[in-house]
């Protein structure tokens, strides 16, 4: 099999988002295209048997899924086969679901720094677009009220130290408990910027309009009056993180 440069964006992100499932791969792909909708999930299936047959990724179908997860086979990634019945899988499938959203908005995405302290905090994902960084959480359930205190201290710090916002995406459920939360320990003057989006259900899946999280910022790239300025081809984002 021939690894085209398409291909090795995808390998970079899934170093970074660990498991996958096919949606996710229909926006990721949408996103190589400069689109912002999804490609066919026969496409989608398509490129993961072709990486699939030459040994590059692996899939599985746990019985608690709908449809196949992905990863990175030890051939690139130097890794075991994850424990797909581990408690995080969901949490995982659901953060690279996503980062997918993201970076068919426009956004690059990359893994948090490790926190340096146990104070620190690393949130799911950063995605950056224009400039601007946002820190996002993605939440099945809700946390305990005491490690709330210590994450809502430490995103506020980070608000004031360049962060634009903090995006907490997540179910009905646990987005309650996040927005009752960061009204108590966040001041008054960030609150605004700790976002909340109740789009998830229990499995991960998205299943409401994310629509909401990148408005603001495609509002304020549309110039007040009109201009005969030149049109600028939208270019592809760029992907990082660390193992």
Known sequence: MQITARDERIFEWLRVVKLADTEAIRWVLAALDGRDEPVSMRRAQQWIARTAEAGLIEKARPVFRD???????????????????????????????ISARYLAAGYSWQRDRQPATRQEHAADGVAEHGGNVELIEVELTAKTLDRYRGIFTDHTRRLTEGVSRVVYVGTAGAMRAVDREASKWVHPSLRDRIITLPVLDERGHIVGQLDSLWTDDVASSVPEEPTAAPVVEPTLPVWGGRD
């Open 67 to 97: 449809g196949s997860i992905i990863w990175l086979s030890r051939v690139l990634s130097n890794r075991a086969a994850p424990n797909l019945y581990r408690a995080t899988t969901r949490h995982e499938v659901a953060v690279s679901s």
